[in-house]
Nanobody, 125 residues
Framework: EVQLVESGGALVQAGGSLRLSCAASGLTFDDYAIGWFRQAPGKEREGVSCISADGDIYYADSVKNRFTISRDNAKNTVYLEMNHLKLEDTAIYYC???????????????????WGKGTLVTVSA
C-alpha cells in the first residue's frame, strides 16, 4: 500500500519559516516526481512546487524565491522549506507522487498517482 504522510504544518507568524516533510512508503520512491499542492479556504487547489525523479524543479510564481523543495531518496522523503511566509500561504498542503517533468509546466493534481491527507499551515499577522 502506498502512503504519503505530510508533517510540519503549524501556526506561524507572517515572515516566519516552516519546513514541511512528505514521507513516502510502498513505492519505488526514486522513480516518482513528488509534488506539493495547497488549497486555501474558498480557493482552488494550486500546484506549489514539484521535484522530478531527475531533480528538475517547478515553483509557482507565488512562492518563487521563498520556498525550496528538496528530496532525500535515502529517506524516501521530500521537504518543502518555506521562508518569508505570508498570510496568503495559509492553506492545507498536500504532497503527491506521480510522473512529472518540466515539459508539462505546472503539475496537475489529477495527473498524479498518489496523494497524502495534508498538513495545515496557518500564517497569522
Amino acid at each position: 500500500e502506498v502512503q504519503l504522510v505530510e508533517s510540519g504544518g503549524a501556526l506561524v507568524q507572517a515572515g516566519g519559516s516552516l519546513r514541511l516533510s512528505c514521507a513516502a512508503s510502498g513505492l519505488t520512491f526514486d522513480d516518482y516526481a513528488i509534488g506539493w499542492f495547497r488549497q486555501a479556504p474558498g480557493k482552488e487547489r494550486e500546484g506549489v512546487s514539484c521535484i522530478s525523479a531527475d531533480g528538475d524543479i517547478y515553483y509557482a510564481d507565488s512562492v518563487k524565491n521563498r520556498f525550496t523543495i528538496s528530496r532525500d531518496n535515502a529517506k524516501n522523503t521530500v521537504y518543502l522549506e518555506m521562508n518569508h511566509l505570508k498570510l496568503e500561504d495559509t492553506a492545507i498542503y498536500y504532497c503527491s507522487a506521480g510522473f512529472w517533468t518540466p515539459f508539462y509546466g505546472e503539475p496537475e493534481w489529477g495527473s498524479m498517482d498518489y496523494w497524502g491527507k495534508g498538513t495545515l499551515v496557518t500564517v497569522s499577522a
